[in-house]
């Protein structure tokens, strides 16, 4: 196998596992073992062993199973998300230029009038990113960015639970934003993903 040959199967061997993990098929607490995934996905070792080292990285996977967060994972989660997320909602309703809030806006309504679960979850994630590179702070994103897996797998979850005014939550910290109201825009954000954290509490732990 050549160099392109090896990359390319790991990256194959990460995707696969990968979604597996997001799309429920692997539970929270799956043993997984080299021999079982390479059988199953059609690679040798070497590249699921990469693959799962990846995927410990972004926390997926822990002691060779799928991550299953106990409810100080989830609140640790939620308390990072909330002190980025609070202050790039307070720092959007300072700078965000009106292209980006038309995007906002398109976001939660899209995920309104759409009834398919990966959409809505698809709208959630770009509100929530359209919102925390206004932070203009690379270290927040590069921490928000290598969240963002365990952040997919509480979204999945909240969205297909259907947590009651999630979508209006998004409007009114939108429209906080479009009026230039950067602490009634952070507090909004703040008591939403504190909804999140509670509902999110109920349902997986």
């Known amino acids: ?47 699921i062993r ?3 080292r990846r995927l410990e990285q972004e926390g ?5 199973k799928v991550f299953k967060p106990t409810e100080t994972d989830i609140r640790h989660l939620f308390e ?3 002190l980025i997320e609070s202050f ?3 720092k959007a309703a300072r700078y965000m230029i009106d292209d980006h809030i038309e995007q906002l806006r398109a ?5 309104k009038t759409n009834k398919d679960i990966e959409e809505i ?34 979204s999945r979850a909240v969205v297909s639970h259907k947590r009651p005014f999630l979508v209006e939550e998004h409007g009114d910290i939108c429209e906080a934003i479009a009026n230039h109201k950067p602490e009634q825009a952070s507090d ?17 732990t």
Do not use: W
């Not at 997926?60 to 060779?64: A, Q, R, V, Y």
């Not at 976001?107 to 995920?111: E, F, K, M, P």
């Not at 709208?123 to 206004?134: S, T």
């Open 1 to 47: 196998m050549n160099k392109n040959e090896k990359k390319t199967s790991q990256l194959y061997a990460y995707k696969q596992i990968r979604d597996k993990i997001l799309n429920g098929e692997y539970e929270g607490g799956t043993k997984l073992t080299e021999m079982t995934l390479a059988e199953s996905i059609g690679v040798s070792r070497t590249p």
């Open 50 to 52: 990469e693959a799962i």
């Open 60 to 64: 997926l996977i822990k002691n060779k």
């Open 80 to 82: 990072m998300r909330i």
């Open 88 to 90: 790039s909602a307070k």
């Open 107 to 111: 976001c939660v309504h899209y995920a």
């Open 121 to 154: 979850i698809y709208y959630n994630k770009q509100f929530h990113d359209l919102i925390v590179r206004e932070s203009r702070n690379p270290i927040m994103i590069k921490n928000f960015e290598h969240m963002q897996a365990i952040i997919y797998l509480f």
């Open 188 to 204: 909004l954000m703040k008591s939403h993903l504190e909804a999140d954290l509670e509902f999110a509490l109920n349902i997986v």
